[in-house]
């Protein structure tokens, strides 16, 4: 469930438009308007609303806040105001850099989307990069990394909820045979996780508890804690069962780690807060006995964490 607070009745993108441009003039900038309008409007409305401002002033919104805006509030804004393809697309790309470089976000990215959200990210990343997601994701990788990445971002599953129960039970064996050897890297392995849907994936693990007594994850516990590609796998392993506890141990880390990790912290709540940062958010407190909300003013100030509360649908809007 989302925590986004849209109220049944907003003005007219052309009057949110207005408003945001009210916000921009003058001595400074009215960071409270710009956070009461944009942070309670859906992607959709979001959209239109650049629009809007465009027509009407003849400028890019997103350049317009990238000039009055700053630091972590500046991209938590920008983020959020970007079309969930484009945002995704954007991420990836940073992904790929050398100095922004994160196996963890392509992984991210790929796992924890629809199919349809992921060939959205595709074709943004296309039209905004002039290339693909995964020739870039091929160049920027190599060895059990590059197989595995390019498979999960150039992957279109099926949605349903249909399971074939006896290849359930095929697949379970085959994985605990390659755990069981340590090739964590075979190509079943990759082929499963890349291409079988979520509820496929789900049953197959599933079986594999019931078959051999321990969840999946417990069994790749057991692995060498220093292989980075293991520690990929079992994150991509959650992504596809289990989403909101890997949220929850990336706002974890990002939180409770010396100095907050405001990148992660502002990638979850941005991209989740119109999907499912409720279910996040419940597990969080359930996990770590404190409101994540609780949990984020305690660590971030100013405009940036009102904008996150106001995301959390924690504020008084």
Known sequence: MATLKVSDSVPAPSEDAEQLRTAFEGWGTNEDLIISILAHRSAEQRKVIRQAYHETYGEDLLKTLDKELSNDFERAILLWTLEPGERDALLANEATKRWTSSNQVLMEVACTRTSTQLLHARQAYHARYKKSLEEDV???????????????????????????????????????????????????????????????????????????????????????????????????????????????????????????????????????????????????????????????TKDTRGDYEKMLVALLGEDDA
């Open 138 to 296: 091929a160049h920027h990788t190599t060895g059990d990394f590059r197989k595995l990445l390019v498979s999960l971002v150039t992957s279109y599953r099926y949605e349903g909820d249909e399971v074939n129960m006896t290849l359930a039970k095929q697949e379970a064996k085959l994985v605990y045979e390659k755990i069981k050897d340590k090739h964590y890297n075979d190509e079943d392995v990759i082929r499963i996780l890349s291409t079988r849907s979520k509820a496929q994936i789900n049953a197959t693990f599933n079986r594999y508890q019931d078959d051999h007594g321990e969840e999946i994850l417990k069994s790749l516990e057991k692995g060498d804690d220093d292989d980075k590609f293991l520690a990929l796998l079992r994150s991509t392993i959650q992504c596809l069962t289990r989403p909101e506890l890997y949220f929850v141990d990336v706002l974890r880390s990002a939180i409770n780690k010396t100095g907050t990790d405001e990148g992660a912290l502002t990638r979850i709540v941005t991209t989740r807060a119109e999907i499912d940062l409720k279910v996040i958010g419940e597990e969080y407190q359930r996990r770590n006995s404190i409101p994540l909300e609780k949990a984020i």
